[in-house]
């Protein structure tokens, strides 16, 4: 594979194992297209799927998946903590090789433009694709759920960018490019969860910091240390090693050592692969220098 | 692929176009195997084969490869400047992925003792293959090349390790596992050689330094600086970034910093993350967590 893109769409079913079996039939066996993961919260009542694959392949492959949402889900009897507005709740793109933001976002246009034609399914573009930047959030857009949504489409601020009114059972999707999503904390050697916070307030952007990073302080209970707990919601603009050196210059002010850190669930091979050149200096390294990634095809 | 091996073969042919595609043809196309790269040189009347794939599919392509080679090439009528002893001259077995060092072993054994049964081509076993100290090194094996060896697997040293004579037309094969070999050169900011040179004493393992690293002092002339030049026989024991660090302590003792680094060619991706997580200190990460492993099978 060439273009590898990744989708994690969410779905508001969590509880009828035979519906979500279903569903996430329509992309198992595609050509192009790799079902990575899917796990169900029945509390949520809500299952999130995680693919990878080329794009038009994936695009083709959530278009049948939506259909089958469209058959089996209807949001009028659904019930769940989660909050939620569609069957098919948000259809996320995530660049991973090759593919840039733009292409991403144009994918997620072609995408809800066929839903719309084909089964009447309407979208909020959000994020990288949004059409204004009160839209981008997704919070935002799905405030008031499904039951408020059909009077909220009405008003000027958040009418459908495809469609008008929201579908009768399945409700409305968010459909939208963003970047890769990193969870990394780091462990630091004091039990002192202020220390923490200062360190989260000094890197995260909302108080001054990196443009890319989310972040506060937790505490270890069992391990009695505290933790810089962060998202890194681009690593292509700030990678990982630079949100690991200013942790540990900030940390050391109070004379406080970073003693590990943690990289949470998957990430993508370019993440580590900066860190390693980063550090090593290279000169023209190339990620195709990387033995596997010639077997990927 | 959940395993992976690569082999690199090399065979005493670079100038008949033809027989070099019929022999390399045997390993297109199937099932398991990838055929990554392979170049021809007419001085030295040889070409580099680069394969990967899975253990078993990989073993059954080169015994059809060997076949062909039998059949096409025929050492009496061979010259070159590059020493050989065998139509495929060597073989080797380089572990990539969740294959140890035994297993690549056994694979080398089985390889030979096939391509005796069925060929009666007779091959040493050499590198982490090898029955005898003495028998490790290609070099060694492989003196007194196609010529001499009518004689030399004669002497006790030197019986072959499957078959007892050479084959009258092919020779014999060197058949072994070894690790990967990373090339990787550090640029120092001097353009004094000597300090590239003591530098590289220092960290390889012949005059004192690391066990698995083969380095010397090189001039960038176009450049105005000096490089040490190295190849590091096995990542998995010595580290890319172990060689970094005491390459960059040794040279700061003459006041001189590490300008840059290159990796050269094809390198393993754990031999890179290995330095991600290495300097990023995370606990617990596991290869499995890149996303672009899942995608590979």
């Known amino acids: ?5 990744e989708c994690v769409p969410n779905i508001s079913e969590g509880r009828r194992r035979d519906v979500v079996e279903q569903i996430v039939d329509t992309v198992r066996g595609k050509d192009g297209v790799k079902l990575l993961d899917y796990s169900s919260d029945a509390d949520h009542n809500r299952t999130v799927i995680t693919l ?9 492959a959530l278009v049948e998946f939506v259909g089958r949402a469209v058959e089996l889900i209807d949001l009028r009897e659904h019930e769940g903590q989660h909050p939620r507005m569609g069957a098919v709740d948000v259809i996320p793109f995530i660049p991973i090789k090759e593919v840039s933001v733009a292409e991403a976002v144009e994918l997620s246009k072609e995408l809800a433009q066929t839903l719309y034609e084909k089964y009447r399914v309407p979208s909020f573009l959000y994020e990288s694709s949004a059409s204004a930047d009160h839209r981008k959030n997704l ?15 009405k008003t000027e601020e958040f009418r459908p960018d495809y469609g008008e009114d929201i579908h ?3 409700g409305i999707t968010a459909i939208g490019a963003r970047p890769f999503l990193v969870a990394f904390n780091i462990n630091l050697a004091t039990d002192d969860i202020e220390i923490a916070n200062k360190v989260a307030k000094a890197v995260r952007h909302i ?13 270890l209970e069992d391990r009695g240390i505290v933790q810089v707990s962060m998202n890194l919601t681009d690593f292509t603009k700030t990678p990982i090693y630079r949100v690991f050196e200013l942790v540990k210059l900030e940390a050391a002010r109070y004379g406080v050592e970073v003693v590990g850190s943690e990289v949470i669930g998957l990430v993508p091979m370019a993440s580590l692969i ?5 550090y090593l200096r290279t000169e023209d390294f190339k990620l195709d220098q990387v033995l596997e990634y010639q077997l990927m095809e």
Not at 1 to 5: E, H
């Open 1 to 5: 594979m060439a273009k590898l893109i």
């Open 52 to 60: 990878v694959g080329e794009p038009e392949a994936l695009k083709n």
């Open 139 to 153: 919070a935002t857009l799905r405030k008031g759920e499904f039951e408020g949504m059909a009077d909220k489409v």
């Open 168 to 170: 009768p059972s399945y």
């Open 207 to 219: 108080s001054g910091g990196l443009r890319y990073v989310k972040g506060m302080g937790v505490r």
């Open 274 to 278: 900066d860190c390693a050149t980063w």
